[in-house]
């Protein structure tokens, strides 16, 4: 069974570039959620996709947007970046029952540095 | 605003001890109660769930206990080993998004 991966594992980025972050669900998740976790903090939920529709969204500006595919896989985007964007990029995958029974799996992270 | 808080940053325990993680949250409309586990590069791994139904859930050397009167949730560990030493995270649960605390990394003294 193929665990949730994550693409790139690091990245250096200027202030107002744009990014991209990559991520492959587990096999038979068809759940995948974004996650922001900058340094000393706990991770804050982005967005959550079910069937490639945006399925719920945490407090955050709209240059944060993604996409999943129909093999379940997704994208998070970010643009016009900022210093703050500056964190470790958390994908998490959970099983077609959903997330509510309390379970996700998390990838190893994208970190993102923006100088 | 946060939900879910973890008020100590660290802890050490020797090993063979308990250790006792702690978890505050303001929302009482939470439907479930978890804990993560997370190691030094590599993503949060979980470990133990309750519903907001139950008081007490228990796995091998995890037990996780929820006080609904005072928003307190708990996770003891016994005995610790050195290969529990993580970052803990508890987070909770309402509709499809998930609040975490802050972490507190525990570190088990052989």
């Known amino acids: 069974e193929t665990g949730v991966t994550q693409s790139p594992t690091h990245l250096i980025k200027t202030r107002g570039q744009q990014v991209t972050l990559r991520c492959s669900s587990q096999s038979g998740h068809n759940t995948v959620s974004w996650y922001q976790q900058a340094l000393g903090q706990g991770p804050q939920f982005i967005f959550q996709y079910y069937r490639e529709e945006e399925n719920g969204r945490g407090n955050f500006p709209p240059r944060f947007s993604g996409l999943q595919f129909p093999n379940y896989s997704s994208e998070l985007n970010v643009n016009a970046l900022e210093l703050d964007d500056s964190a470790l990029y958390l994908c998490a995958s959970s099983p077609p029952q959903g997330p509510n029974t309390g379970e996700l799996f998390f990838g190893e992270g994208s970190r993102l540095t923006v100088l | ?110």
């Open chain 2, 1 to 110: 605003d946060q939900q879910v808080k973890q008020n100590s940053p660290s802890l050490s325990v020797q090993e063979g001890r308990i250790s006792i993680l702690n978890c505050d949250y303001t929302n009482s409309m939470f439907d479930y109660f978890l804990w993560y586990k997370k190691y030094p590069a590599e993503g949060p791994t979980f470990l133990i769930s309750i519903s907001s139904i139950k008081d007490k859930n228990e796995d091998g050397r995890f037990t996780v206990f929820l006080n609904k009167s005072a928003k307190h949730l708990s996770l003891h560990i016994v005995p610790s080993q050195p290969g529990d030493s993580a970052v803990y995270f508890c987070a909770a649960i309402k509709g499809n998004q998930f609040y975490f605390g802050t972490g507190t990394s525990l570190t088990v003294i052989p």
